[in-house]
T-cell receptor, first 114, second 111 residues
């Protein structure tokens, strides 16, 4: 089946630093990639949708200058959390889809900001 | 805006018992509905996908039904096993291809 690789799986960093999370589709070309955020015991909340070569579309309430998304190729999207603070600590999950096909999800990244 | 609700939030059953997980959604104009499994600290594994024109899907011990007009889906897991312990998420895909997730049902199957 389709595989999406997300890296790193866990990161701990100091407040004020920036953190980059990578999402790769390993065996298909992902025309669209999605970034979600999940708080404990809550549902996944869509943060943004990115199409290859275009600017990401952010959901209401998500700061685009805080969460920078780049989708430069059909197999790679990155999410950079800039100047991270403790309230940014969460579980971030990416997914990738080819055209209108179902989304395939990465294993998530647990981000802890001290 | 699509709202997805899952009841119950948590469920604990002895091994061998059948599981019934419920999902409801507010907007019946959906593209499809998907059930996922999530293990602690992990990503999502797709279990079943039901297109809007379908009434049910089956895979092994899993069966999912869809009643689009009433905004409901049910996931049945037959003869539960300890390995079925996980959080089960329901997600509705709208016609703009975005997924709206429920908060999940956390299942514990006791040996």
């Amino acid at each position: 089946g389709a595989v999406v690789s997300q890296h790193p799986s866990w990161v701990i960093c100091k407040s004020g630093t920036s953190v980059k999370i990578e999402c790769r589709s390993l065996d298909f070309q992902a025309t669209t990639m999605f970034w979600y955020r999940q708080f404990p015991k809550q549902s996944l909340m869509l943060m943004a949708t990115s199409n290859e070569g275009s600017k990401a579309t952010y959901e209401q309430g998500v700061e685009k200058d805080k969460f920078l998304i780049n989708h430069a190729s059909l197999t790679l999207s990155t999410l950079t959390v800039t100047s991270a603070h403790p309230e940014d600590s969460s579980f971030y999950i990416c997914s990738a889809a080819q055209s209108n096909q179902p989304q395939h999800f990465g294993d998530g990244t647990r981000l802890s900001i001290l | 805006k699509q709202e997805v609700t899952q009841i119950p939030a948590a469920l604990s059953v002895p091994e061998g018992e059948n599981l019934v997980l419920n999902c409801s959604f507010t907007d019946s104009a959906i593209y499809n509905l998907q059930w996922f499994r999530q293990d602690p600290g992990k990503g999502l594994t797709s279990l079943l996908l039901i297109q809007s024109s379908q009434r049910e899907q089956t895979s092994g011990r899993l069966n999912a039904s869809l009643d689009k007009s009433s905004g409901r889906s049910t996931l049945y897991i037959a003869a539960s096993q300890p390995g079925d312990s996980a959080t089960y998420l329901c997600a509705v895909r709208s016609n703009d291809y975005k997924l709206s997730f429920g908060a999940g049902t956390t299942v514990t199957v006791r040996a």
